[in-house]
């Protein structure tokens, strides 16, 4: 079933951010690099939401968090646009507190996302994630069309890292150009992309 392109996106309230982040941590917690991250499955979920509630903070004080109606879908937004943002406050203790023994696993990935990200002003996706039950649906696509909308009208590009095939393929559907990948160390690829106003 493909969802409406009329699907309802809301503003998420920052009281939903420790649900939002279990939600990336479940939608992601399949993929490729997320091995490499957490070597122990049975800590893997937790240890990503962890993590990626210091960014969904983030997004809630500096970007934008979108939501589909039934908040079974999320995109998270922040603005790169010529203002330097401050980086996440307290990010070192709550980097070890979320991650533990692999943090410095983590370090690596912020290494490798800073070196690869592009000076050009653009809005960065930090996360698209649909819980998995959900994937397939349509609900990705909708709420990248409805960030975008906003974008084109604004004249800003968009720039995120695609971690899998299957999202990398997405995202080229909607209008980003692959740029050569980059790898963590076991050679898990992300793939940063780039999508011009109006995806031209």
Not at 90 to 97: E, F, G, I
Not at 144 to 149: E, I, K, M, V
Not at 181 to 195: A, E, H, K, N
Request: net charge negative; proline share 10%; charged share 25%.
């Amino acid at each position: 079933m493909i969802a409406p392109r009329t699907v309802r996106i809301d503003k998420a309230d920052p009281s939903e951010a420790a649900t939002i982040a279990e939600l990336i941590a479940t939608a992601f917690e399949p993929l490729p690099p997320v091995t490499w991250l957490v070597p122990e499955p049975e800590q893997r979920r937790r240890v990503l939401a962890g993590n990626f509630r210091i960014f969904v903070d983030y997004a809630f004080e500096h970007g934008t968090v979108e939501v589909v109606e039934d908040r079974s879908g999320v995109a998270v937004w922040l603005p790169r646009d010529g203002d330097e943002l401050p980086p996440p406050a307290d990010y070192d203790d709550r980097l070890v507190a979320a991650c533990g023994e692999w943090s410095d696993r983590f370090r690596v990935l912020d290494e490798l996302f800073d070196a690869n990200h592009p000076a050009e002003p653009h809005h960065h996706l930090a996360f698209l994630a649909v819980m998995p039950d959900r994937q397939g649906s349509g609900l990705g696509s909708a709420l990248l069309r409805h960030y975008h909308a906003w974008l084109d009208e604004r004249g800003v590009p968009a720039y995120l890292e695609a971690s899998s095939e299957q999202s990398r393929d997405l995202y080229l559907r909607h209008g980003y150009r692959a740029r050569e990948p980059f790898r963590l160390p076991d050679g898990t690829p992300f793939w940063p992309m780039w999508r011009a106003p109006d995806g031209g």
